[in-house]
């Protein structure tokens, strides 16, 4: 029988749960329009959540184009990643995809490489320069096709905060906004995995893409909901597990969406008929045993002081940081070395600010550190 959770990738389909509300307002405002920028820590369930609206948002009058940004380390990447993916998104036909780029795309003269599977395997190279025109055309491609074709076409960018890692980044931002923001046919939505570069680009007055949208901050599902989608996930596959050991798995995690369908698929691949407690300590385990080498990895990066500021959180402190016995019991040193800890820790996405308290990006990760340390 098929495990009823997935991780490791978008969950679509039965996979997904809740975010009704974020879900009609996401898809409201692609649909009429309204570019977006969706912010929240890592693994919540981001991606997921666009892929989900955009399997239900599609028509012949809205089309959707996807671009995955995480592999793009240069200017010259993410321009050929977009011209791809707009070009192969928006039709299946070679020919159509050929004329496409000799119309829209003739000042740069590209060149199509095709693979095994025509219809799906292609690339298109260029010859990489510094004129304005290049960049204009590419990035007025999806406006332009949206008026040939009379839909709404709406560009959905994932990680887009790789675009921070550019040389001379807030020069290509604002090409980037400055085409953008006259499009009358194409709308835009970011979003990426890295919250506090996401905050940066988008919410701080001195970067081109301030208020360059409906920021949605997204909240994490909550455990009631979570609660019932693990029960009846479990029912239908024919095995059972009660609501306090549901709950039992949002609170290892803590609620945070990958990791409650991943320990969620552990419970279900390890259990027979009835869930016990002990099969999902055992779970935990295991989670935790395949993390180990990326938590060792972590840590040994880390300064001593960054590692005890871990310990710290992790054994429960979440402010207050300053005071005289936290400073003590963690050996921090001295009120001094508190922000500069929390700096480095918010740049390595290792802890994020939800108000003034300070939390663990990484559930799993808090539980190893305080079982190690």
């Not at 839909?151 to 980044?169: G, N, P």
């Not at 360059?212 to 693990?230: A, R, V």
Request: proline residues 2%; charged residues 25%.
């Amino acid at each position: 029988m098929e495990n009823p959770f997935v991780f490791g990738k978008a969950a679509e389909g039965a996979y997904f749960t809740d975010r009704v509300e974020d879900s009609k307002r996401l898809a409201a405002n692609l649909t009429h329009g309204i570019n977006t920028v969706l912010i929240s820590p890592r693994r919540w369930g981001k991606t997921s959540l666009v892929k989900k609206v955009i399997s239900e948002t599609s028509s012949d009058d809205v089309k959707f184009i996807f671009i995955d940004v995480f592999q793009c380390k240069s200017e010259y990447d993410f321009f050929r990643n977009y011209a791809n993916e707009v070009i192969k998104q928006t039709s299946s036909k070679i020919d159509e995809w050929v004329e496409m780029a000799k119309n829209f795309l003739s000042n740069i003269s590209p060149k199509f490489s095709f693979g095994s599977d025509p219809l799906n395997d292609f690339s298109i190279s260029f010859e990489w320069n510094q004129n304005p025109e290049t960049v204009e055309s590419i990035l007025a491609l999806p406006e332009k096709l949206a008026v040939k074709k009379n839909k709404r076409i709406v560009v959905c960018l994932d990680e887009f905060q790789q675009i921070a890692d550019f040389a001379d980044s807030t020069s290509f931002q604002k090409r980037l906004r400055t085409a953008w923001q006259h499009q009358q046919h194409t709308t835009y939505c970011m979003f990426g995995s890295k919250k506090h570069l996401m905050e940066y680009i988008f919410n701080d007055k001195s970067m081109p893409f301030y208020k360059f949208g409906d920021m949605i901050f997204l909240n994490k599902i909550s455990t009631e909901d979570w609660t019932k989608y693990i029960c009846h996930q479990f029912h239908v596959t024919g095995k059972t597990i009660n609501e306090d050991q549901a709950e039992k798995i949002c609170n290892l995690t803590e609620s945070l969406s990958s990791y409650v369908q991943h320990l969620s698929w552990i419970v279900w691949y390890k259990t027979d008929r009835v869930v016990t407690n002990k099969i999902i300590n055992d779970a935990l385990d295991d989670i935790l045993e395949q993390n180990k080498v990326f938590f060792q990895r972590e840590v040994e990066q880390l300064t001593e002081l960054q590692l005890n500021f871990l310990k710290a959180l992790a054994c429960g402190v979440t402010s207050g940081f300053s005071r005289k016995e936290v400073i003590q019991k963690y050996r921090l040193e001295s009120s001094a070395n508190i922000q500069s800890v929390k700096k480095a820790l918010l740049k390595k996405d290792l802890i994020y600010i939800d108000d003034a308290t300070i939390v663990f990006d990484d559930p799993l990760m808090k539980l190893w550190i305080k079982r190690e340390f």
